[in-house]
């Protein structure tokens, strides 16, 4: 959660692209706990889009519900 929080302030991101090996479960469970959009579908992963807003939830002070830190984030 680090990683949003300064992506999308101090660095002034609008958004964090990731991609995930097709069959990897949990991260793609944890992008979507994150917000996480699906954006493309290829043969050896698939690629998401975590949008980030000024003042929105990710890109406040605090964590995500039930994320629990960094610990949480690692999946």
């Given amino acids: ?7 999308g302030r101090p660095l002034g991101a609008t958004e964090i692209p990731a991609g995930v090996t097709h069959g990897n479960d949990r991260n793609v469970a944890l992008l979507g706990r994150l917000g996480s ?3 493309a579908v290829f ?5 998401f889009r975590l ?3 000024p003042g929105g939830p990710l890109c406040g002070a605090g964590e995500v519900e039930g994320m629990g830190g960094a610990r949480g984030a690692a999946g």
């Fill in 1 to 7: 959660m680090a990683l949003v929080g300064h992506a």
């Fill in 37 to 39: 959009e699906r954006t």
């Fill in 43 to 47: 043969q050896e992963c698939t690629r």
């Fill in 51 to 53: 949008r980030l807003t």
